[in-house]
């Protein structure tokens, strides 16, 4: 608590603890805490940090994927490259066509990133389809496709298309 850069997550939690009053006290107490050398549960470890980010990211992907679901139908792009470990990541975004009242707008989303182990078009197929499905889409309603110019993947015969 006593560094003045307390990394981003710590920082943008005791931003939000200026506008809830339950956050405002814990951070009080933890400071009132530090300030005369008492140890105190701060329930702010790197482990329950990441578990905050999970949590919260799980519910804005649920969020999208219910707009996406109340439109009903979509569009999807895919698009693999190896990340810095060498290991391969499929990109998840969802096309779709938001539609209140007159008001009418094209929305991409970001699903998230899922590992690859095979490059065949019969695996990332597969891939695409079960990430789908955990998504709560389903492909019947699928009425566009986006892929690299890989053969692979957008080959008509023995493509993922």
Known sequence: MSSANK???????????NYDPNL????????????CGKRMTSYFSPKIQNKLICLLGNHVKDKIVADIK????FGILFDSTPDV????QMCDVIRYVHIEGDHV????SFLGFFPVAEKTAAE???????HLEEDGLDISLCRGQGYDNAATMAGIHGGVQ
């Open 124 to 130: 990332l197929t597969e891939n695409i389809l079960q």
């Open 7 to 17: 990394g981003n997550f710590l920082e943008l939690v005791e931003l939000l603890s």
């Open 70 to 73: 109340k439109e009903k139908y």
């Open 105 to 108: 707008e094209l929305k991409e």
């Open 85 to 88: 470990s060498h290991t391969d």
């Open 24 to 35: 405002k006290e814990h951070f009080m107490r933890l400071k009132h805490a530090f300030a």
